[in-house]
């Protein structure tokens, strides 16, 4: 099966051309196009809805056809078109989901809605394309090695922080999840605080590679909340705030020094922020492998991209007393893409009542 997938929850706006055939248990991708109107927030440290919506409507049909001209599939060779219909910002939301709606009646087509938040996981189940290049970035995709359950998995989104267990692609529970901020929103705001722009994770990471801990007298601490606590829920809002208390804190008023000093304070502290986040992600998911012993480990969203939580996961799941694969896709696929959504799709092809579907902005992961 043919998938024409749309992603246009927030303000990436997203179209992507998969396939799954039978008997194999990845998706093939045939095309992968996003357009991102993040630039346009940076000013605001953060995303302005009513903006991300109007560019959604400027991108959505430049990039569809994109997606399609790059897939070399016609509209009559697809077997279905599949949308996020949420979580997401309702008026980002309503462009995709009324695109496809059209684009289902007037093809005549079945429509597959698609929750936002679990497709993230599916970015593991992609591969098969050695060939598909974009943007002069080769995707690596693998082409064996899938995800085998039952199976621990935690989304790490902007507005979203879940943990779930995967018995099959049909029986997902959940398990835990952030009781306030997710782990994206906390990188997002921390960057703020510390004067870096939006989007906080890759700008706080950035940051953070510069700081040399052996070489520094700066021993920033900051709390890792509900880290030794038994339990699968997690919190950020009070690392923000705790970050936001030191920053105002005045830790050299010398004139001449404080630039200096403020340069290595803001990379401390990015360290320090990066380093809580992780400490925290990690101890959660063992905490689920421990409890519910699955095969696999599967990280997505866009806080999966980051380089310490992949490393440190990977040094875990790695000295874990029985074998676990650890699975995380490729960066470009875990920020927001559409060749997710159409993988999930991929996996429940059951189409829905085309007029029925309608954006949801608060879906919850399971
Ligand atoms: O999944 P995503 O692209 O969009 C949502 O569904 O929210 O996630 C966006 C979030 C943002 O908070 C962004 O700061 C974070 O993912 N992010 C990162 C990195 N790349 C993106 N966080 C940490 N490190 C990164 N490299
Ligand atoms: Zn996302």
Redesign the pocket.
């Known amino acids: 099966m043919r998938i024409l997938a749309f992603e246009t929850?927030?303000d990436?706006t997203a179209a992507a051309v998969v396939e799954k055939r039978k008997g194999e248990e990845f998706v093939r991708v045939f095309s992968d196009v996003v357009a991102s109107s993040s630039d346009m927030h940076v000013t605001t440290g953060g995303i302005v809805p009513e903006v991300a919506a109007r560019e959604q409507v400027r991108s959505i049909i430049p990039v569809i056809e994109e997606a399609l001209r790059e897939s070399r599939i016609t509209n009559r060779e697809l077997g279905a078109i599949a949308v996020t219909v949420g979580p997401?910002l309702i008026g980002s939301l309503l462009v995709g989901v009324e695109t496809a709606k059209t684009l289902a009646l007037v093809w005549d087509k079945p429509l597959i809605p698609v929750n936002?938040?679990i497709a993230?996981l599916y970015a593991n189940w992609v591969g098969g394309s050695e060939k598909l290049k974009v943007k002069n970035e080769k995707l690596q995709l693998k082409t064996q090695n899938y995800p085998t359950f039952p199976a621990i998995g935690m989304v790490?989104?902007?507005?979203?922080t879940d943990i779930v267990l995967m018995k099959s692609h049909t029986e997902i529970e959940w398990l835990g999840g952030t009781r306030d901020d997710?782990?994206?929103?906390c990188?997002?705001k921390c960057?703020r605080i510390l004067g870096l722009p939006?989007?906080?994770?890759?700008a706080?990471?950035e940051v953070a590679a510069k700081f040399k801990i052996k070489n520094s007298k700066l021993k920033i601490k900051l709390p890792r909340p509900l880290i030794d606590q038994d339990t699968l829920d997690l919190s950020f809002s009070g690392l923000k705030t705790a970050l936001a208390r030191m920053r105002n804190e005045p830790f050299d008023n010398a004139q001449g020094k404080q630039k200096i000093m403020s340069n290595e304070l803001t990379s401390a502290m990015a360290y320090e922020v990066?380093e809580a986040i992780t400490d925290v992600l990690v101890v959660k998911v063992m905490l689920a492998v421990r409890r519910f012993k699955p095969k696999s480990v599967l990280l997505g969203?866009?806080?999966a991209?980051?380089?310490r939580?992949r490393e440190k996961l990977e040094a875990r799941v790695m000295n874990h007393k029985s074998s676990i694969k650890l699975h995380i896709s490729p960066?470009k696929l875990?920020?927001?893409n559409a060749v997710s959504i159409g993988a999930w799709a991929a996996f429940h092809p059951t189409p829905a009542s085309i007029l029925s579907v309608r954006p949801n902005p608060s879906l919850a992961v399971v």
Request: charged share 15%.
């Open positions: 929850s927030c990436e997401g936002h938040l993230h790490v989104s902007g507005g979203h997710a782990a994206g929103e990188f997002d960057a939006y989007p906080g994770g890759p706080v990471a990066q969203g866009g806080v991209a980051n380089e939580l960066p875990c920020t927001d």
